[in-house]
């Protein structure tokens, strides 16, 4: 088993707040971790430091045996191996669908433009999007949109995926498409780590159950059978008012 | 009315100031140019990584946001030569410009680019894209957008502003009209030169305001695309809205 991502007492503060109160966390290949939490429990934010969207105050982040805070790190190229999906979409809005997804294999990897454009339009069809490769963004649906934002981060082939409350803007009907798209990904071997409320989806595609609060991980096992029989008395509250 | 209207003088001072128009424009299309290139150049380092230059550039913002430019356009032409450096007329006019606007337009290019919404920054970023990568092919096309209608204001402005050259002697519309007025013991060439001005600040002015008011209409008053819930969609874009709002330079330029 490889570890593709590797948490070591990662401590993050904002200001004088401590969000990060000392995480570990080893992901291995393959493995989709779902965490769960209250809000302002530290699980966006964990998930923001696995890139390095967000600076650490201690501790380590190690993707693929490197060091994402090394001296001799570029973490540019290393963010290209970690793909990233938003609660807001964040899709370039003055970039249809197709452009949306080809910029990063254009600009990033500098792959030939055609090379670029036969990548995205394979990306958008895996997403189910074909139909929709020059609409843009404020032409579609928030489960479309976010569905682009899924083919846009898979265009860099990426070894991992990380995912933040994406459907949490959603209206409750388009969740299931987007839910949809994931668990496809899931079944064809991707290493994910969720951010979620979606307690179904952690249950069917989850290998592996994550409660946080307080900035720290406080639970973690098999989501099905922590979902059911919870040990931790947070968690017990935690899952008590979601389900 | 014979005093500021006599047909005879009006005539004449028409062709007379009409033929300054080259001067002011070159005056101001080169200003403009260098004002804004400079500016973009000024928020961009405003807004890097590195401390001490974002310190440099804040305060040379502050500084000639605060100096009037008639000083400056003085100091250029009449100060400058005694250290040594003598500039021509023109040369002022343009230098002087490019230093004052420069620090104008740097506000609304970092206004601009803040207003774009952090997540598009950090989408680029969770790309691979490098800092300068993510400004080029992301943030900056969508800020271009955003500040075409305060540079609108503000070339009006600049377009005033160019009669302030008339100290230091640039042969522009006030200067010959002031010339004018004293050789006819008239003030029709100073109506004249009024009208000049108007026939070009006028449409611009009205473009602005299409501009501002359309923007108005199509960002949070438009339908929302269905799937987005109102606090993320609609709060974000009143949110960047009244960010630019807030964030641009108050007032006047001269």
């Known amino acids: 088993m490889t570890s593709m991502i590797e948490l070591i007492d990662v401590h993050k503060s904002f200001d004088s707040l401590e969000v990060l109160k000392g995480v570990n966390l080893t992901v291995v290949k393959k493995e989709v971790v779902v965490v769960i939490g209250p809000s302002g429990s530290g699980k966006s934010t964990m998930l923001r430091c696995i890139n390095g969207l967000e600076p650490i105050l201690k501790g380590k982040v190690i993707i693929e045996g490197e060091d994402l805070h090394g001296p001799h790190t570029d973490p540019n190229r290393i963010r290209q191996r970690i793909g990233m999906v938003f609660q807001s979409f964040n899709l370039f809005p003055h970039k249809d669908a197709l452009h949306n997804v080809m910029m990063a294999p254009l600009k990033v990897q500098k792959k030939p433009k055609a090379e670029a454009e036969q990548i995205a339009r394979e990306q958008l069809c895996q997403v189910g999007l074909a139909e929709k490769m020059h609409a843009y963004p404020d032409e579609l649906s928030g489960g479309q949109q976010q569905r682009v934002a899924i083919a846009r981060a898979l265009a860099m082939k990426p070894d991992m995926m990380l995912f933040d409350e994406v459907t949490s803007a959603l209206d409750p009907e388009l969740v299931a498409e987007v839910l949809g798209v994931m668990q496809g990904l899931a079944e064809s071997g991707m290493t994910m780590v969720v951010v979620t409320h979606e307690m179904g989806f952690a249950r069917e595609v989850g290998t592996r159950l994550i409660f946080m609060d307080g900035g720290v991980i406080v639970e973690e096992g098999d989501p099905r059978e922590m979902i059911p029989n919870p040990k931790e008395p947070r968690t017990q509250k935690f899952l008590s008012m979601v389900l | ?254």
């Open chain 2, 1 to 254: 009315m014979n005093a500021f209207f006599n047909g005879e003088i009006f005539k004449d001072s028409l062709w007379l100031l009409v033929k300054t128009l080259p001067t002011v424009f070159e005056v101001l299309v080169l200003g403009l140019i260098c004002a804004w290139a400079w500016g973009l150049a000024l928020s961009l380092i405003r807004l890097s990584r590195f401390r001490a230059l974002r310190y440099l550039a804040g305060a040379y913002i502050d500084l000639f946001r605060g100096l009037p430019l008639l000083l400056l356009f003085i100091f250029i032409y009449y100060g400058l030569p005694h250290a040594g450096l003598k500039l021509n007329a023109l040369s002022s006019g343009v230098l002087g410009i490019a230093l004052c606007y420069g620090a104008y337009s740097a506000e609304i290019f970092r206004a601009g680019i803040q207003a774009i919404a952090k997540g598009q920054t950090e989408a680029a970023r969770s790309l691979g894209m490098t800092h300068g990568q993510a400004m080029r092919y992301v943030i900056l096309p969508q800020a271009v957008k955003l500040v075409v209608p305060p540079l609108t204001n503000e070339l009006i402005a600049m377009i005033k502003d160019t009669s302030l050259m008339s100290v230091i002697a640039v042969p522009e519309l006030l200067f010959r009209a002031k010339e004018k007025m004293g050789v006819v013991a008239n003030s029709t060439p100073l109506t004249v030169a009024a009208l000049i001005y108007i026939v070009f600040t006028i449409p611009l002015i009205r473009v602005a305001a299409r501009m501002e008011s359309k923007r108005r209409k199509r960002r949070p008053g438009g339908k929302p695309p269905a799937g987005i819930t109102p606090e993320a969609g609609i709060a974000d874009a009143q949110l960047y809205d009244a960010d630019i709002a807030a964030q641009l330079p108050k007032g006047g330029y001269g």
